[in-house]
């Protein structure tokens, strides 16, 4: 029985079309294997046009056919028709200029307020710690972890912190060992959860980044009493200003997560969520990009670095950057 | 739970051609034609979990054991270059090669899935950044616990049990099995479809004997006993050996027996003309019931004549 003869009509339509969506077929598998850039201009110009056709057969097929093996092979040719036509089509250093330029500096912005609040509850945490330590210095024990190995506690003398300060008596293999240890560091898993705990509506988020202020706070006053302020403040500037910060920034993006759910508005929480996701997830490679720089400053700066003004000034000129940057960055309309 | 429900998802819907696996109904590309991707199961994601972490891991021991033996570098500049290898072997791994290769990993690739944007637009890199920073929450974080368990004391581990069971259950509880990042950046994860073309039944040739049936023995069945006959005529009986054979045939003489008391066919069908008694009924049902179709009256099975009272048993 030949083509024309055939009375079902859903048969016709099928012999018709068949041809164009083996060529289809033929092209998407090339797409598939060597990517939309293998194409010749033929085939790119096909493959837009087929797609579009065979997407109308299908919405045809649905209602005419019947054809059991017709309608499975229509769906899952047009799926990937459909990825190969709809796959990202920006280049990756394209991507990453973008987030550097209009992504993270207007996300900051957008979430100024909350950022803030994340460094005031740091602040709160540090005070008190700070004023938990005045009151009682085995506060220390509770509120900084340590390992046995730490030189540093209660109990160290004033030479032996002095030590650590300027020569990193904390890391034995140098440099470049500082910073690896620093990637496993306590801060960069703070600053993590902080992020992703926001969810579940903001508390731990504020507890954990209350906790680290904390653990700061009574570090501080460990040598403070010991009269060395200046000193651990320099020491401190150098990276904690840009970790400190990540934490901060880390906190606000997870506060923007938790508002989500606390106040969806109109929205769904899990839509509400989405929304929010767009700036939060922003503020947390921020943060992540902040980490990466506070490790090797705190591996390579402060091991060179040893005078308590050239510290000082390092650490706030690199505040100065992060400001500059999220401040100025972008403030154009994105293309 | 934390979350509230203003509408109502809509029911897992079944593929009508394979009442085992689920479809995503809500998918609708800029073209304005739904396409029904099956949601990837559970178990294939799982596998495809753990393939992409065995070939991280195995690629960063590789890595590490060929700078050891080239001696290019310091003791300690291995240390730095392993941890920052141990970091980009998590959350940048899985979003760059998502972003490179289209919403795929290489486990994905293995096992056959695809990551999609639930709005039916590219997948946004902002996407692929989201779910794989939360699989940072759902599975590196508690798994890293997990495997250093025997340090931690009584609270922490029913915590840690409470987290993975939270973060376990999400999937399960909505249709189309998003879990909890998927569902903050608005993706699904779906099996990869196979287009595989079987030959159009109604043009092939019927080989013997003529058999024509009354409009009134059309009426019986509906489209899904329509394609389940279908499913047994478009076995290839080239390819099967012979005891399979054999089982095929008597298969389709049942099914030829069947047909025939409940339509009443006025005459028996030997054995030997079941496969072209089928094939042709096959042909005229078709037509008959796409043209139904046509005038409105499309019918889904045999229970078509009774919806309204409770379908009876089996014909």
Redesign the interface.
Known sequence: MSVAQSLIRSARFRAEREPDWRRLEQIVTKTERRGLRSLSLDEAQALATLYRQAMASLSVAREISLDRALLAYLEALCARAYLAVYAPQRRLRGLFSHLLVYGIPGAARRLFPLILVGYLILTLGGVAGYLLFQDDPTWYNTLVPTSPDDPRGLNSSAAELRSVIYDGADSEGGELSAFAAFLFSHNTRIALLVFCLGIAVCVPSSLLTFYNGMAIGAFVALHESKGLLLDITAWLSIHGVTELSAIAIACGGGLHLGQAVLFPGELRRRDALRRNARDAVKLALLAALMLIAAALLEGFGRQLVQDIPARLTIGLSVGAFWIAWLTLCGRGEAP | M??????KDAKPQRNP?DPDRRLITDFV???G?P???DVAGLGARLIAQLADILITVAGLIAIMIALVFSDLLPG??I??I???L??AIRVPYYS?SE??M??QTLGKRLSGL?V?SADG??????AV??RN??K??EVF?PGTMLLASSQLDGVSAVLLVIWILILGIIPFTNANRQR?GD????TYVVM????????????A?VSEGSFSFLPHQLDHYG?YE??TL??LL?VNAASLNRAALLRHQSNLHKVAQTITNRIGYPTRVPEDQAGAFLLSFY?TQ??Y???R??FGDAREDKFHGSRDSQPSGPS
């Open positions: 934390i979350w509230r429900r203003k509408t051609l590309p800029p073209e034609v396409i029904r991707f300690t500049a240390i730095v392993g941890s920052l141990f970091f760059l972003i490179l289209n919403g695809r999609i637009r590219t997948l946004s890199a902002h950044t989201v920073l939360m940072e929450l974080v909890l569902i903050l950046a608005g990869l479809p196979k287009p595989v073309l079987l030959p159009d039944l109604a043009e040739p489209r329509l394609q279908e499913a478009q042909r078709r037509a019931l796409e043209s179709k046509l």
